[in-house]
C-alpha cells in the first residue's frame, strides 16, 4: 500500500515545487517593472531636467535609419513585446544593438495563429482580423486591437524583413510566413512569401517538445490536460485575470485573450464558471485556442504539415542545449525556472500503450534539452518532413549563405540565458546578437547589401572610448 503511494505523493511534491517556483519568478519581473517605474517617476519629479535648447539639424540621418529593413524580435509563450512591464526587455536590450529593430508585443498565451495575425496588423496597420471560419470555430471575436499606424506599413515583396523569433516566436513567424503565401490576410490580396527576408530562430519551438506532457498535456491526444497538473494551476489562474480585468495590471502585463471577452463586465459569473469548467473560453476542450496545445508534438505534426521552407528566404537557427549528467550536473549553471525541467525532460519516455506520434520516434533523440524545449526540435523543421539543412560549426564555413536552407547550431545555454537578464549570459550574449544582427545587415540580401548609418562616425566614437 505505501510503495503505491510514493509515486502520487512525489508526483504533488514536484507540481507544489514547480508552481511556487513559477509564481515566484513572475512576480519577480512583475515587481521588478512596477519597482523601475516607480523609481524613475520618483527621480524624474525630483530631479527635473534642465531645459535645452536644441540645434536642429538636417534629418539625414533619420532617412537613412527608415530605409534599413526592420528586425522585427518576437517573444515567445509568456513573453512580451516594447510598452509591457515598464521599461523591463524581454530581450534584455538586445534591441538597442541596431538601429532598425522592432519587439511587438503579441499575445503571450494565445495561440501561433492568433499571434501570427496579430503580428501581420502590428506591421502593416488596421484592425486585427483573426478569421471568420477560425473566429467562429474558436468562439471568439472575428476582429482584435486596432493598429492606427503600421509600424512598417510599406512592407511588400520589395520591402522585405528580418525577423528573430525566440521559442514558440520562431513558429509564429513561420506560420505568418505560409499565411502570406496563401494570401490569407482580407484586402492584401498581393501578400506572398517573399516579404519574409529572413527568420532567426533562438531557441525555436520548430517541432515542439515533450515538456508539454511533464506540463500536463495529454500524450494520448497532445491537446487535453490531466486533471491535475502545472497547466491546470496556469489555466486557472490566467481566467481569473482576465475576468477581473483590472486596467492597471493588464496595462502591465496581458495574456492577449481580449478577443475571447473574458471580463466580468461582458461574461458575469456565470461566464467565469463556464470558463473555468472548459465550457467557453481559449481553454474550452472544443477549441483550445491557447499555445500550449501546439507545442505538442501531435499539433506540431498537424501544422508543420503545411508550413514550407521557402526557396528566398534565408533560414538561421540556434539551438540550445543543457544537459546534464544527474544528479548535480542537472542543475548547475541552469535557471531555476528550468532546472527541474532539464533532468525530467532528458529522463522522460514516450507511454508505450498508446500510439507513437509519428513513425520512426525514439526517446533517446529527444533526450537534450535546454530545459523548456528538446533540442532536436530546434535545429530546423524535421517532422513530419525533414527540411533542407546544414549544421554551422564556422561561419566562414557557409558564406555566402544561400536561402532555402536551414543553417543551425547548438549553443551550450538553458532556454532563457539569451532573454531578461543580460548579465547572466555575459558576454556570449553579445556575441549571438551580434552574430544575428551582423548577418542581417550584411550577409542576407536579396539585391545589393546593406550598410548600417554613421557606421564611420559610431566606429570612430569607439575608438575614441578607448
Known sequence: MIPLLITPALQLAELLVSSVVHILFGLYLFSSAIAGDLTQTLVESVFKPKPTIEVKQGNTTTAQVNDLTPIVLVHGIFGFGKGRLGGLSYFAGAEKKDERVLVPDLGSLTSVHDRARELFYYLKGGRVDYGEDHSKTCGHSQFGRFYDKGEYQEWDEDHPIHFVGHSAGAQVVRVLQQMLADKMFDGHENTNENWVLSLTSLSGALNRGTRTYLDGIQPEDGKSLKPICLLQICRLGSIIYDWLDISWLKSYYNFGFDHFNLSWQKTGLRGLVDCLLGNAGPFASSSGDWILPDLSIQETMKLNANLKTFPNTFYFSYATKRTRKPP??????????????????????????????????????????????????????????????????????????????????????????FILNRERAGVEFDLIYDDIFERCRKHVFRQSPQTMPNKDQRKLGEDKEE
Do not use: F
Open 328 to 417: 548535480l550536473g542537472g542543475v548547475m549553471g541552469i535557471h531555476p525556472l528550468l532546472s527541474i525541467r532539464v533532468l525530467q525532460m532528458s529522463q522522460w519516455r514516450y507511454p508505450r500503450d498508446i500510439p507513437l506520434p509519428y513513425k520512426g520516434y525514439r526517446d533517446e533523440d529527444w533526450q537534450d534539452n535546454d530545459g523548456a524545449l528538446n533540442t532536436v526540435s530546434m535545429t530546423h523543421p524535421r517532422i513530419p518532413v525533414e527540411h533542407s539543412n546544414l549544421v554551422v560549426r564556422s561561419d566562414s564555413d557557409c558564406l555566402p549563405l544561400q536561402p532555402g536552407i536551414w543553417y543551425y547550431k547548438i549553443v551550450e545555454a538553458d532556454h532563457i540565458m
